[in-house]
Structures are given as structure tokens and as C-alpha cells.
């Protein structure tokens, strides 16, 4: 359940980085919103899985509500983009299923997850070659991030932005084969977060940008984003001691969560959000699609729009609704 808060928090961090794009937001959120996710794929990892039933359950549940979302909003937001504002429609098919930093609102979110299916298929590819074998892969794909950002952002499906983000799920790993032995997690936790904040707020570590290719200051801004990620679930698993309903109905939001990471950026797009937008943008780019998403949850589609299995009414009733 700790886990199941930070993907909500994850969620409500990613919508607010749409919402207001300024220096604040940038800060105080780009350098660990997008990297929890990767590393959470870490803590989680296992390493009985093979690389076919790897690619089978990514797909299963990141490319399967990718697809289904991406031709559900593509449909009328191509025949908008042509009839509405002259847009040659072949073009912009083309850009669509490019994907990764090429597309914008309403698909804001969508290259992340390519990013993080390739990340994962790339480091379950090489679970058999000795262990250093992913780390130098992916510091040399940081490298070449921090050489030629713009080259490696505009390859399709955020291919080359997964390579350096297997950095986060290789760091989510080794931390969880350490975390049994940490006695003072709440102590430890709350400490990475204060140094985090520290050299962020004194400048020393710049935000990142992962979509833009853009992993901040080199080599600090990643060991302070998987700090800030360690630290998080160092805190949460301490202090979070939730059941009942509130258990309960964390579980089923970050079920539901990945919905609103793939359509909220419709939202905006609909309701033409400026680059600093308000608290009503971010009421209805945040409850909107996961009021949905928790509808649909609730129906056979919920397994083809957001990659997990129907929630069955008895599971609902037993938490108390």
C-alpha cells in the first residue's frame, strides 16, 4: 500500500508538471516524478521472469492501453487538426506514431510509456551477461544525453531515452537488495529527501527533462533523483500504515492511475490550457480521467484501457463500498 500512495503521488506530480510549466514545477518536481516510476520498476523487480514473459505482461500493461488510447484520441484529434486547422492529416499521422518527444498535448504523457517498456525489456535482455554489463550500457547512453540531447529525443518511441533510464530501474533494484539491512528507514529517508532539497534548491543539481533527452546536471541530477525515490519509499513504508477503505481505495486510484497519466493531457487540450495554467486545469485534468478511470475499472475494458484486470464487485464490497 506505501508504494500504491507514491504511485498516486507519482500521478499528481506528472499532471501538475503539465499544468504549470515554470521554473517552480521544474524544481520542485521534474527531477523525480518521472525517475519514481522507473525506479519503483526496480524495487519491484524480479529475476525469475524471462525475457518473453517479459515483453508479454509489458505489453499486457503499457502497450496495450497505449494503443487503445492513442487511436481513441487520435481519431478526433485529427480530423480537428484537418477540418479546424488545415492540417495535412499524413503528416501528423506520422508524428503520432513516432511518438516520444514529438508529440505534445493531447499526448503530453505517452512517451514515457515507451520509455519505460523499452527500459524494461532492455534490462531483462541482459539478466544473463555479467552485472556490470547494464550499468556501463546505460552510463554511456547518459553520456550520449548529455552530448547530443536533441539526437536521442527525436528517435522514435523514446528508444534512445530508455537506454539511459534503465540507470533508474538498475538503482530501484540494488536498493531493494539493500533495504532489509537499513535499521532507520524514516531517519535515512527524510535525510535523502533533505539533501535532495538542498542541492536542488541551492542549484547545484538542475531539473531534468527526461522527454527532451535532458538528465540535468551531469551525474548529480540522477544520483538525486534516485535519492529523492529511495528516500520516498524509505518514508512511505515507515509511516504509512493505512487498511480499511483508505487502503482500500489507495490501491484502486494507482490501479486506475495509469488512465489518467495517458488522457489527462486531453483535458488540457480541450479546455487550451496555457503553458501556466490554474487550479481549475488541474482539478479537471486530475479527477476527470480518474473519476473514469475508476468507472471503468469496473468493466471488461478496463484490462484493454488501463493494463490491469477488471475490478470485480465482491473485491468492491469487502472494502467497504
Known sequence: MPLDLLRVLGIVAI????????LFTREAIFTWHVPLFFFLTGYLWTTTRSLGTEVRKRSRTLLVPYVCWLVLISVPYVGLSVFRDSKQPAPLIGDILWGGAELGRPYSAFWF???????????????????????????????????????????????????PATLFVLAGVSFRSVREHIRRPAV????????????????LSGPMDMKQADFGTPALSVIVAAAISAGLILVAEHAIRWKGRVADWTTRLAAAGFMVVLTHAVVLWLLRTPPTGSWVDFGAALLLPWAAALTLALTSLSRYLLGVDRRRKKRLALGGL
Not at 499532471?15 to 515554470?22: K, L, P, S
Not at 544473463?128 to 547530443?148: D, E, F, N, Q
Not at 535515512?188 to 542549484?203: M, N, R
Open 15 to 22: 499532471v501538475a508538471g503539465h499544468v504549470w510549466d515554470n
Open 188 to 203: 535515512l529517508g527524510a535525510a535523502a529527501l533533505l539533501v535532495s532539497g538542498v542541492l536542488i534548491i541551492s542549484g
Open 113 to 163: 510509456v515507451t520509455a519505460l517498456f523499452f527500459a524494461a525489456v532492455l534490462l531483462r535482455s541482459m539478466q544473463r551477461l555479467p552485472r556490470w554489463t547494464p550499468w556501463a550500457l546505460s552510463i554511456v547512453g547518459l553520456v550520449v544525453c548529455y552530448t547530443y540531447s536533441s539526437a536521442v529525443a527525436a528517435l522514435p518511441l523514446s528508444l534512445g531515452v530508455a537506454v
